[in-house]
């Protein structure tokens, strides 16, 4: 069961970091 939680979390944080990343670069795309 915490096993499911952590994979999630993970999984989460993993996705919101490849959102900022893709925001990022294409706000740099923009200048």
Known sequence: ???A???V???L???SV???DHMV???A???
């Open 5 to 7: 939680i952590f994979v």
């Open 13 to 15: 944080m993993g996705a």
């Open 18 to 20: 490849y959102g900022i």
């Open 25 to 27: 670069a294409q706000r």
């Open 29 to 31: 795309e923009k200048r």
């Open 1 to 3: 069961m915490f096993t």
């Open 9 to 11: 979390v993970i999984a």
